[in-house]
């Protein structure tokens, strides 16, 4: 009975994950041989890691990403695909977010981009940090909306709080001038303090007749190639390669073998 108590008042006070570690150990034989400072650890880490745990899955689910189940070890390296693996993993690891970096990655359609950029912003959020992705050619709608709504500054500000923004599809379609002028906003809000993720077919050095204005453009690449990384995916499709492995399996009979991104 006391110890239905003192599981009643652990779940009481949110602790379920030390309430769940206690039942298992309950019922354990094994657990009988540890000592108590030895089960007492074993019950703060499973609440620590529980915790850590939700946190993670309600960063990924607020970041909205288009592949959510994106991570950064299952990247195919194989040669050809214009980076290195090792590289790519160290500036995984590394401290891009924090320091607000901007990491641009360019290649042909269905180059696993966008899978990449993802990927990325999946780990972050696994490190605790939050992210966000949008595609920039529905902006202007989303845009048009806040602004008649009145929501805009609030979702600025939103935005420049988050630490890591994927901007996917940049430079797909071509932007008008409130549109170039909010994104010169958001941009300018991370400068050197929020990382920023783009994903765009169209090389860097095309980005600023893109972005139309010579002077928005001369400001919003400035803040972004200052403290930037690029990778520049090479290599044929990926998307074809899967569509054609898929069919071939489907028409012989065969099970298909998992598609690299």
């Known amino acids: 009975m006391m ?18 570690a206690v039942e298992e150990q309950l019922c354990s034989t094994a657990s009988t041989a540890l000592s108590f400072e030895e089960r007492l650890a074993l019950v703060v880490d499973r609440e620590v890691h529980q915790r850590a745990d939700k946190r993670h899955a309600a960063l990924l689910k607020r970041a909205r990403l288009k592949y959510p189940q994106a991570r950064i070890e299952d990247v195919d390296g194989r040669a050809g695909r214009g980076f290195e693996r090792s590289a790519l993993m160290s500036l995984a690891l590394s401290r891009w977010v924090e320091d607000g970096a901007a990491i641009l990655v360019t290649g042909p359609t269905g180059s696993g981009k966008s899978w990449l950029a993802c990927a990325l912003a999946q780990y972050a959020c696994r ?30 500000a939103a935005v420049a709080r988050t630490d890591g923004l994927l901007l996917d599809d940049w430079a797909l379609a071509a932007m008008d001038g ?56 090479k290599g044929k499709s990926l998307r074809a390669q899967r569509s054609g492995a898929a069919t071939a399996a489907t028409a012989g009979g065969s099970a298909t073998a998992d598609a690299a991104h």
């Not at 110890?3 to 769940?20: C, D, I, Y």
């Not at 490190?127 to 709608?141: D, H, K, M």
């Not at 989303?142 to 600025?156: A, C, D, Y």
């Open 3 to 20: 110890m239905n108590n003192t599981l009643a008042q652990l779940r009481e006070l949110k602790l379920v994950g030390m309430a769940s």
């Open 127 to 156: 490190r605790g940090q939050s992210a966000l992705y949008l595609r920039v050619p529905r902006l202007a709608e989303e845009l048009r909306i806040l602004h008649g709504n009145g929501g805009f500054t609030r979702w600025l």
């Open 178 to 233: 409130p549109t170039r002028a909010d994104l010169m906003e958001v941009i300018d809000d991370r400068a050197g303090t929020r990382a920023t993720i783009i994903a765009s077919q169209l090389p860097v050095e095309h980005w600023h007749a893109w972005i139309g204005d010579a002077s928005i453009a001369d400001a919003i690449l400035d803040r972004l190639l200052s403290r930037s990384h690029r990778l520049a995916l």
